[in-house]
């Protein structure tokens, strides 16, 4: 089990498989249809998968989806396990925790943006990251403080 420790200093520490099953919470509106298309068209599903994400995927596992294979949510569930435990690991192989900031920048912004949390940068897609993480940050924070009682 990988845990990655919480969105902010002191939180609690949330699975990564509890982690992928809020991404959702943030991507898209409630009761949004499987086949919901956002960012113009380029992405795809209750994940708001990108195609570059399915190229990812297709390279870590040696599968062969498709981006329409992002339409379903269980294949949309294994692809962001899949491709943020890969990153998550190769973050703790240099040394650093992985954080949910670390796994929302991989998301949002590529496996590559994960060194933007501790080396931030002036420019526009560090503005659009820090965009994301507050606007999914409230959702983690809530559900770890709501199963911390569990």
Same mark, same amino acid.
């Given at each position: 089990?990988?845990?990655?420790?919480?969105?902010?200093?002191? #939180?609690?520490?949330?699975?990564?498989?509890?982690?992928?099953?809020?991404?959702?919470?943030?991507?898209?509106?409630?009761? #949004?249809?499987?086949?919901?298309?956002?960012?113009?068209?380029?992405?795809?599903?209750?994940?708001?998968? *990108?195609?570059?994400?399915?190229?990812?995927?297709?390279?870590?596992?040696?599968?062969?989806?498709? *981006?329409?294979?992002?339409?379903?949510?269980?294949?949309?569930? *294994?692809?962001?396990?899949?491709?943020?435990?890969?990153?998550?690991? *190769?973050?703790? #192989?240099?040394?650093?925790?992985?954080?949910?900031?670390?796994?929302?920048?991989?998301?949002? %912004? %590529?496996?590559?943006?994960?060194?933007?949390?501790?080396?931030?940068?002036?420019?526009?897609?560090? @503005?659009?990251?820090?965009?994301? $993480? #507050? $606007?999914?940050?409230?959702? @983690?924070?809530?559900?770890?403080?709501?199963?911390?009682?569990?």
């Amino acid at each position: 089990m990988l845990l990655i420790t919480g969105c902010c200093p002191a #939180s609690p520490s949330i699975t990564l498989k509890d982690f992928v099953k809020l991404i959702p919470q943030w991507e898209v509106y409630p009761d #949004s249809p499987y086949d919901v298309v956002g960012d113009n068209g380029a992405a795809y599903g209750h994940y708001q998968i *990108h195609k570059v994400m399915v190229d990812d995927y297709n390279r870590i596992t040696g599968s062969k989806a498709t *981006h329409t294979d992002a339409f379903d949510p269980v294949f949309s569930e *294994h692809l962001a396990y899949a491709v943020l435990s890969h990153y998550a690991k *190769h973050i703790a #192989s240099t040394g650093v925790t992985p954080t949910a900031d670390h796994l929302l920048f991989i998301w949002n %912004g %590529g496996g590559g943006a994960w060194k933007r949390v501790e080396s931030a940068r002036n420019d526009q897609k560090q @503005i659009n990251l820090n965009t994301y $993480r #507050s $606007r999914a940050t409230p959702i @983690i924070i809530k559900y770890i403080n709501g199963n911390a009682n569990l």
